[in-house]
């Protein structure tokens, strides 16, 4: 892959993380890659990683381990690098001219002219590869429930431009992993997975239209629709019953998987930390909806503690 000059490699993408090594220490060659690949703003492969370690959370409290598979622990994270990679690659490539109408997302590599759509497309395949060694890992069910997967990814980029609510197909792609930790233990899908993914969904739509926030004016002009768009006025009562629901579908899981007052607690908190984002959030304060979007790291590490730390109380009494 042929590299880019300087000035360009040089370009920051607006919304990664001030400071960032990527920006700061990555060979200049490298750095347009590893910017569509989003290593630059890694909220997004938290986002991706938080509900299979959830999942893997209450598959240990259904089957009285101690605590999840490190190994299972450590492929998701691996994986989920790798995919939020791919698809994000993917993306861009689909959404260059649009990105190209939009101040936030027009310094991204593609339309600011770093990489081709040809090496980006080359990239896609080696983090595609990466994800498909990962997934391998695994047993047959999760094997062919994780390769399922790339038909929500695969549709996404494109329903920005027919449905009102295109974070609901990202929620589709974004809550897989709520299935993948309980099949890579059990081999089947049980209903505290199906409820986790239902509440999972849910948690995506709304924070992804907090997200949305810093584009509403440039996605007007541009033709892109969105959930933030959508909802406008009613955007905060929006976002507060997807996160209504998200954290009762979670709690169902969380009980149909047997947890105890640890687990609840976790959940109860992590409905706790979303609500407060309702709260803060300003419609017309895109920098601040950007922060409340990746506070959701912290809510969904809250949640994940909780079902662990149930899971270890439930296995030693």
């Known amino acids: 892959m042929d590299g880019v000059s300087s000035p360009q490699a040089d370009r920051r993408v607006a919304d990664a993380v ?12 490298a750095r347009p890659y590893l910017r569509l690949a989003r290593i630059d703003r890694p909220i997004g492969w938290w986002l991706l990683l938080l509900p299979c370690w959830w999942s893997a959370s209450l598959a240990a409290i259904r089957s009285g381990a101690a605590f999840s598979d490190p190994v299972h622990l450590g ?19 689909a959404d260059r001219d649009l990105d190209a109408q939009v101040e936030r997302t027009r310094s991204r590599p593609l339309p600011s ?11 896609l395949v080696i983090q595609a590869l990466i994800g498909l060694a990962v997934l391998l890992q695994f047993n047959g069910p999760a094997i062919g429930v ?9 549709i996404y980029p494109f329903m920005k431009r027919v449905m009102p609510v295109p974070q609901a197909v990202l929620g589709l792609a974004f809550a897989w992993g709520a299935l993948m930790g309980w099949v890579a233990v059990f081999a089947r ?8 993914y239902a509440g999972t969904i849910a948690w995506v739509i709304g924070y992804d239209t907090i997200y949305a926030v810093q584009d509403i004016e440039d996605d007007e002009i541009a ?6 768009r959508f909802f406008g006025r009613r955007m905060r009562g929006a976002i507060g019953l997807c996160y209504g629901v998200s954290t009762g579908f979670i709690a169902l899981a969380a009980i149909q998987a047997g947890a105890g007052p640890a687990g609840l607690l976790g959940v ?4 706790a930390h979303l609500g407060r984002q309702v709260l ?7 920098r601040g909806a950007l922060t409340l979007f990746r506070s959701n790291r912290e809510a969904g590490l809250i949640l994940f503690v909780g079902l662990a730390a149930d899971a270890a109380v439930k296995h030693i009494f």
């Open 268 to 271: 109860a908190l992590f409905g």
């Open 223 to 228: 033709g892109i629709r969105s959930s933030a």
């Open 189 to 196: 899908l049980d209903a505290p997975a199906l409820l986790l």
């Open 18 to 29: 001030a400071g960032h090594w990527v920006d700061r220490i990555a060979p200049r060659r």
């Open 280 to 286: 803060r959030l300003n419609t017309r304060d895109g």
């Open 113 to 123: 002219g770093q990489v081709r759509a040809r090496q980006a497309a080359v990239f």
């Open 75 to 93: 492929l998701f994270f691996v994986g989920a690098v790798a995919m939020r990679g791919a698809g994000s690659t993917y993306n861009d490539i």
């Open 146 to 154: 994780g390769i399922a997967s790339l038909i929500p990814v695969a």
